[in-house]
């Protein structure tokens, strides 16, 4: 079974461009998260979509970010434009959706660095 | 809000020592407990969970940790490390009623051979 895959691996882009970034979840899990680490910072939580919905956005820094995930399958996640402060890596992860979510386990991509020079 | 902290952002130790990763966290309701680890380029793994019963939870490659709800605490043991062990070492917590992950700033471990 392929695991979370997320695209590219690195990115170095100059402030105020756009970059996207994509994450292909395991086949047949509706959560797909977005986490972030900021160097020498701890990972945290930037969304979390159901399916083709965003459950909980509570993560995002401000409206430069903007993530999406039609059809319910991968997810873009695009910054624009990008700032100094959004270089880190950007984790996509993927769960099965449970009744009660109570047994959720979540499985990481491998991350994309970017870099905003 | 809940938090996690690590205590330990370095740690160094020779194979065959045993290892212990301090975890605590903040958060007064019914937790489920992770460590992940994420090996020299490579994506992060999950080495174990905890979501109630027994405390202690025995992972992957001879982990354990052991959640103690009084002390907010869910530490990770390994009696013998190895060489292979060299990674960085992250604990999390969710929320029972949850979805997001609460992560750890990470713990960096390297294993002298």
């Known amino acids: 079974e392929a695991g979370v895959t997320q695209f590219p691996s690195h990115s170095v882009i100059e402030k105020g461009q756009t970059v996207t970034l994509r994450c292909d979840p395991i086949?047949?899990?509706?959560?797909l998260y977005w986490y972030r680490r900021v160097m020498g910072k701890e990972i945290k939580f930037l969304l979390h979509?159901?399916?083709?919905?965003?459950?909980?956005e509570s993560g995002m820094p401000n409206n430069r970010f903007l993530a999406e995930r039609t059809g319910g399958t991968y997810s873009t996640l695009k910054v624009q434009p990008a700032e100094l402060e959004d270089s880190g890596v950007y984790f996509c992860?993927?769960?099965?959706?449970?009744?009660?979510?109570?047994?959720?386990?979540?499985?990481f991509g491998p991350g994309t660095r970017l870099l905003v020079l | 809000a809940q938090s996690v902290s690590q205590h330990n952002h370095h740690v160094i130790l020779s194979e065959a020592a045993s290892l212990e990763l301090g975890c605590n966290y903040s958060?007064?309701?019914?937790?489920?407990l992770f460590w992940y680890v994420q090996y020299p380029g490579q994506h992060l793994q999950l080495l174990l969970k905890?979501?109630?019963?027994?405390?202690l939870v025995k992972g992957i490659k001879g982990f354990e940790a052991e959640f103690i709800k009084s002390k907010f605490s869910f530490n990770l043991r390994k009696p013998s490390v190895q060489w292979s062990d060299t990674a960085e070492y992250f604990c999390?917590?969710?929320?029972?009623?949850?979805?997001?992950?609460?992560f750890g700033g990470g713990t960096r471990v390297l294993v002298k051979p």
């Open positions: 992860a993927s769960s099965q959706d449970f009744p009660s979510g109570r047994w959720e386990t979540q499985y």
């Open positions: 086949s047949g899990h509706d959560n």
């Open positions: 979509f159901v399916k083709e919905s965003k459950q909980d």
């Open positions: 958060y007064g309701g019914t937790v489920n």
């Open positions: 905890y979501f109630s019963g027994d405390p």
């Open positions: 999390a917590l969710r929320k029972a009623a949850g979805n997001k992950l609460t």
